[in-house]
């Protein structure tokens, strides 16, 4: 119970805090958020083929959050939640994005046609924050700060950066059959030094309709379309959390020396690398477009090859360099992959039908990482290495459960637990050494990217009538779960238990899901971070589902209108998936599982156009 017989607010086993106590006597926050979106443009035609245009985008926000903490009396000591507060912040940013393009576009002896552009750009973005905190409110009410017995902190700041572009693009089609267009960027960030800030990056495509050909007139009434395609470009990224680390700050801060064994105020240098620049995506792609029996049938098939290199990373440094990671270009990765795309419209009678299909495969892979690898993470290990993917899962592998003290006797067993027992985890012994432990024996067990990503859509109508599905999903994907959502009594005891955790390995449940049920220590063997809790996250869903009827023009023009239409939608009807036993969201991000479901909706609607 959560609240005792004399109506006083309980603690639950493991926690210093009451979600109902939380809800009904914890305060309250006040958030007021103001937004203005604006665009204007100018346009402006000088003389024929030419247009000039000027346009100007901006964005301002205003964010203000008052929130008013109290303190909560429980039925007994141990609570959290007995210090009252109050916090005002305030958040203002400004975002402009003006542009000029001149276009010229002029076609010479009805064969030769041509397009330029020239243009410059602009993005500049300000942000300013203030807040501060009070605590001890007297008598728990009346939360402002003028009332706050101690001023606890008062902090402000601010940030702002800008970027600067010049660019054109010339394209070229000679009788309707041979296209080309090139373009260049002249790129400049304030995120980098004035010897390092601007980048070049160029890009050019070509393309042919063999469909225009004369060969190609046998064809015709197979093949309505057909046209190759080929591009090269390269594109910068400068978007890092770090808007000036390619120069050294001065900061201050208490206790940053110790003089005598007592920590004093001083002044310390952040650390920096004015060598620091762009990152460069080189793309490949190769592609053919074709249609079928007079357009019925669209094909798109494209294959690509994306390079990033001097990615900005960073890096972890020595403990005594004392100043942190700086950003440094230093490592390169290769996207590769394709995409099919089909669309097939047909009739049976007095029924139209149209089918779409997609599906693509990428493929990640690190390059080049300077011959380094690191690990990260704490419940669930990634590693970045070189000929793997970006954050790749790296574990112990699972072999089954331990199922006598012989078979523990005779086998690999983990040095970082001394309790196993008939029921745990048994692991392999990657470099057969005798023991388990995670220098040696871990794994590349998968990664979270989605490959073989498909959708389909069909659709038809019929007298008035309507209909369309649309179905999504992944082929292929994995994803490392921790948590209560597959350990029973998770965060000792605190977690809850499932119904799922029931099968449990005993000795007559040998073939059973999970192992042992074991609380503190007796679960540092079943809890390691292994490929036991790697689970295959593909999935098909039923993403959207519509019926619907449109009244015939001669009722609705009687009464004034210019159509109706009645339609009854299903949104997230269906998913089948691995994950479903769990109840995690396929679709979801993270290892914990604690994201809002999914939201099976129906809805019902009426469309009348005037």
Do not use: C
């Amino acid at each position: 119970n959560i609240v005792d017989e004399n109506g006083n607010y309980t603690l639950s086993s493991g926690s210093n805090s009451n979600p109902l106590a939380q809800l009904e006597q914890g305060g309250v926050t006040n958030t007021q958020n103001d937004e203005f979106l604006g665009n204007f443009s100018l346009e402006y035609k000088p003389i024929e083929d030419l247009v000039l245009k000027a346009v100007l985008g901006g964005n301002i926000t205003s964010n203000k959050t008052h929130q008013f903490r109290k303190a909560i009396e429980f039925a007994y000591p141990g609570g959290g939640n007995n210090q009252n507060s109050v916090t005002d912040s305030y958040n203002r940013s400004l975002y402009l994005n003006p542009f000029i393009t001149a276009t010229y576009t002029k076609t010479f002896a009805e064969k030769h046609d041509f397009d330029l552009l020239l243009g410059g750009s602009s993005e500049k973005y300000k942000e300013e924050y203030f807040g501060v905190t009070g605590i001890d409110i007297p008598g728990n009410d009346f939360g402002v700060i003028d009332n706050a017995g101690d001023l606890q902190s008062a902090n402000g700041s601010g940030n702002e950066w800008a970027i600067q572009s010049v660019f054109g693009k010339i394209g070229y089609t000679f009788d309707d059959k041979y296209l080309l267009k090139a373009n260049l960027r002249y790129d400049g960030s304030s995120r980098f030094a004035e010897a390092k800030r601007w980048g070049v990056f160029p890009s050019v495509s070509a393309g042919w309709i063999l469909s225009e050909e004369n060969f190609f007139t046998p064809l015709e009434d197979v093949v309505s379309f057909a046209k190759i395609r080929a591009s090269w470009g390269q594109l910068g990224n400068q978007d890092i959390s770090d808007l000036y680390g390619y120069q050294s700050l001065v900061g201050t801060g208490r206790n940053v020396y110790s003089f005598g064994g007592v920590g004093v105020s001083g002044a310390y240098y952040s650390v920096s690398n004015q060598n620091r620049t762009w990152e460069t995506s080189t793309m490949k792609n190769l592609g053919i477009d074709l249609s079928f029996f007079k357009r019925k049938l669209d094909v798109t098939f494209e294959v690509f090859d994306n390079l990033t290199e001097d990615i900005l990373l960073q890096l972890p440094v020595p403990a005594t360099y004392g100043l942190g990671q700086p950003f440094q270009n230093a490592g390169s990765v290769r996207n590769r992959g394709w995409e099919l795309s089909m669309n097939y419209q047909f009739e049976t009678g007095a029924v139209n039908h149209s089918f779409n299909f997609n599906i693509s495969d990428n493929r990640n892979e690190i390059e080049d990482l300077r011959g380094r690898e690191f690990i990260n993470g704490f419940d669930v290990n990634t590693i970045l290495r070189e000929g793997y993917a970006i954050n790749s899962y790296y574990a112990l592998k699972a072999d089954g459960f331990f199922n006598s003290e012989d078979e523990i006797n005779n086998s690999a067993t983990p040095i970082f637990s001394s309790n196993v027992k008939p029921g745990d985890i048994k692991y392999l012994d990657r470099n057969g050494d005798g023991e388990i432990d995670y220098e040696n024996d871990r794994f590349i067990l998968g990664n979270a990217f989605p490959r073989y990503t498909f959708g389909a859509t069909y659709a038809m109508d019929w007298n008035g009538f309507d209909f369309s599905v649309f179905i999504q999903g992944v082929g292929k994907r994995q994803q490392w779960l921790r948590g209560e959502i597959v350990e029973a009594f998770h965060n000792n005891n605190e977690g809850p238990v499932f119904e799922r955790h029931l099968d449990r390995w005993t000795p007559e449940n040998l073939d059973a899901s999970y192992p042992r049920l074991t609380v503190g220590a007796e679960s540092v063997n079943n809890a390691a971070k292994s490929d036991f809790y790697i689970y295959d996250a593909q999935y098909l869903r039923i993403k959207n589902l519509q019926i619907g009827y449109t009244l015939p023009d001669a009722a609705v023009h009687n009464i004034g209108l210019e159509s109706t239409r009645l339609y009854l939608t299903g949104l997230n009807l269906l998913t089948f998936s691995p994950l479903n036993d769990l109840g995690v969201d396929p679709e979801s991000v993270g290892s914990s599982g604690r994201v809002y479901p999914v939201t099976r909706v129906f809805s019902l609607g009426l469309n009348i156009n005037f």
